[in-house]
Structures are given as structure tokens and as C-alpha cells.
């Protein structure tokens, strides 16, 4: 692999992404909508009950927009992740999937553009998202909106690549609503995204304790923490490893010809 | 196996040698060899779920043998990727996208084959005009028909110059007279471009006399050599009994 082809291969998957990603508009609309409904309804309704005291990486009471602005970002990352995931169940199923593979290239590197391609839209829905949250009212540190980019970026790595993980192991598109329901619900509400680890704590130790696992969880801190200017070392090796771990797992579930163990046998159809 | 005047010459453009594969305990493809020379169309007879399928997937490395081997134009087809550089495929099953433009896809394809933009500008034109789709580049695929679809995709296959084209039964689909064009024009392509071609099909009517031609029945070849030569081998009036005939030999 020469760094012309790679950087060509690498360039022709992300501007495919980006061409299908601006013909739906419906999809950058979702984006924002998703989490500015939360945003404005959710976090406004509780504003009064959930207020928080002083704690890192807050220097101050935060209200509890303030609060909420980074677990909706994952959010923004998570979907966007979910979305590639499904994109790639469609692609294989339209057999773009298989012309991706048969080129001239390692296939980690061609998994790799196809998730950085992903990651690189979930970052202008992520931007986009936080100059509208501003218009309404929830100013964060401007400087932080520099700081959080390299975090936004891993983070959507690694959100990315449990979505390639999923996209190798569900057959058909019908199944898709699944992940809606074991993955993106349980990863989202059982995490910090929407209330602080200490406040899981004081409702269930359980709770407390699945939140504290889950690495989505790691994921919001570590761009809490980043649109602050701060950084959060524990958090940081959680997504790290989860990156590499989740995309090592895709890169080894999507050999097709590993899909007709002998256990299953049967041909393609 | 039959083999009459079969294609066996050390620099071919493809090289098979033994190569097997499974569908957990159901064999798909038993210990397959044979050569593809450069210039020509050479035709993979088989019925429905012969292998064709299986062995093009190996042959494109989407697939991975625990026999054999493959080598294309002299580069062994393995962990490296230089080989699949040289080749071409039009997939049995639509490989477009079908909300991008025709020239879209084609430049799309050109970035994956590292194709410098100059070069794919060049070569997109010389492509499309050679399959009569110049007037249609700035049109989305969505828009096209089937016709249209598979003539793009077989400029797409052929847009870096490959050394060698797999065609998994690209006629599949489309009207007679689309299919009798489609045929003509890749076998010419074949005389004119040196371009060695694989063609698997199940029609008997797109093969033509002086073609070589490989029987697979059951995962199995079970006749090598020219169209011609072979039927004649066969004792039989026509292809269609000499395909009957092969496979009732090698059952």
C-alpha cells in the first residue's frame, strides 16, 4: 500500500460519504432535532429538580443545561454511529459493501476511511449542534469547542466502531430496529449522559455501578472535561481501548467467508 | 476431467491451481484448476450453484481458500494486495449507487484503483463513449436502466485497465436485445484491449465457437478447452448437448 492510493481510496470513501450525507437532509435535520428537543423540553423541565453543586470539571453551580450539553453530544456521535452501521447493512445489501472490499487495499484500512468518513459528518453535526444551543442560551467556554475537536474525534471512533461492529453481525436491515432497543437506549439512559454517576448512586448502587462501565459514559467525561479545557486520564484510557477493541473486533467479523462456519454451513444466497 | 486444447500457458493471466472451498461441511468448489489467457473471453459454464459464485468471491479475495492458489498476471493473489489491482469485476448482484451520478461512481471507483484525477477524467470519457453513456454521466444512477446499470458497471470494471475481467453473469436481467449487444461488445473488447476475461454464465447462447470454455458442475471442472473442440469431443450436434453430456460424464 502506497500513501498516494491509501490517501486517494481514503479521500474517494469520505467524499462518498459526504455526498450522500448532503443529499439527506432529512438525516442532518434528525441530528439536530434529536437533541435539541432534549435540550429545550427535557433539560428546561428539569432545570428546577436537577441543578448541581460544585464538581470537576465545573468551577461553579451548573445548571442543568449546562450539564446535559455533553451527553448529548455522544448522543449526536452515538446516532451518527448507529446511522454508518445501517448505511453499511444497506451497502452490503446493495453490494457497494463488496466493491469496497474487493480494493486494492488492506481491509482494516478500507473499514478504517469508511468509519473516519463517519466520523468526520458526525463532527459537523456535533458543531452544528452547539452554535444552536448557544442561540439558545447555553453558553460553554468558546475555547472549549476547540479543545473537545481530537476528543470528538476519538470518541466518534469509538462510537463508530461499535456501530461497524454491529453493521458485521446483523444480516438484514429489518433487524436494525434492534440495536434501536439494545443498544442505543441502554447506552444512552445507562450512562452520565444525563445524570451525574453520584446521583445513579443514591437510586441504586446497580445502576451506579452499570453506568460506571459503560464506555459511553467515559466518552461524555471526557468531552465534559475537554470542552473545559481539562483533561480526564481514566476516561481517555477507556475510549482508547474501547476504539481499538471494538474496530479489531469489526475488522475480524467482516471476512465474509467467516459468516459459513461449519455449525451454519449453507451456501450464500 | 476433459481437457482439449485447454489454455496452459505459464504466463497466463489468471493461473488456478487446486483450490477448494467449503460451506461449513458442503463442498462448494473440489480441487479447481485451470488458466486464462490474455485476448480472449473465456466462458464458465456451470448450472445454478455449480461454484461460479463461490469461485469468483476467491478469486476477488472476498472469499479466503485454505487450498491453492491464485495468480493474476503473474503476482500471487494473498495477504499483499498488488494482484487485485489488476483486475476488474462486474458482480452478479448491482454493485452502483444508485443516488450518485454516473460519473460519480465512476470517480468513486478511481479513488479505490488510486487512479490520479487526471488519468480518471481521461479514462472516465474514454469508457463511457466506448459504452455509448457519455450523454448520460451527469445523470443519476436511480435513472438509468438495466441496460444502462450493467454497461456502467462494466465500465466502471474496466476503468483501470485491468489485465483480467471477472464477469459473474452480467447479462442476468436484461432484455435479448440489451443481452445480444452486451455480449458482442465484450467479446470485442476481449480482441481489441488484450484483456483476458473470466465470464461465468448459465446461457448457452453467449458463447460463441471459438471461445475457451470451463465446465464446473457440482463445484467440480469437467471440461477445459475451446468451445468448438469440445463439442466435438463430445460427439455432440450442438453446445447444449455437449453441456449434458460433461456433466453426466463427470457426475
Known sequence: MNFSHAWSAYWGVAWREMLR????????????VRPLVWLVVFAAGFRAALGLSIEEPYETYTTYEIYIVPGLIGMVQLFNGMQSSLSMVYDREMGSMRLLLTAPLPRWFLLLSKLSAGVFVSLLQVYAFLFIARAFGVYLPLDGFVYVLPVLILTGLMLGALGLLLSSVITQIENFAGVMNFVIFPMFFLSTALYPLWKMAESSALLEGICAFNPFSHAVELQRFALYGKFNGPALLVVGGCTVLFFLAAVWSFNPSRRFRPSRGGPPA | MVAVAAVNDATAALAVDNLSFSYGNKPALSNVSFNVRSGAATMLLGLNGS????????????????????????????????ALRKVGIVFQQMTLDLDLTVEQNLRYFAALQGMNRRDAEVRITEELTALDLNDRRKDRVRTLNGGHRRRLEIARALLHQPRLLLLD??????????????????????GTD????????????????????????????????????????AGAPDLSAAFVHFRQAGA
Open chain 1, 21 to 32: 450525507f448532503f443529499r439527506q437532509r432529512e438525516r442532518f435535520l434528525a441530528a439536530l
Open chain 2, 194 to 233: 488484450g484483456v483476458a476475461i473470466l465470464w461465468a454464465t448459465h446461457l448457452i447462447d453467449e458463447i460463441f465457437e471459438d471461445d475457451p470454455l470451463i465446465i464446473l458442475h457440482q463445484g467440480r471442472i469437467v471440461a477445459d478447452g475451446l468451445t468448438g473442440t469440445l463439442v466435438a469431443s
Open chain 2, 169 to 190: 453473469e452480467p447479462t442476468v436481467g436484461l432484455d435479448i436485445e440489451t443481452r445480444r449487444t452486451l455480449v458482442g461488445q465484450l467479446h470485442d473488447r476481449a
Open chain 2, 51 to 82: 461454484g461460479k459464485t463461490t469461485l469468483f468471491s476467491l478469486l476477488t479475495r472476498l472469499f479466503l481458500s485454505p487450498t491453492g492458489s491464485v495468480t493474476i498476471d503473474g503476482v500471487k493473489l494473498g495477504a499483499g494486495n498488488a
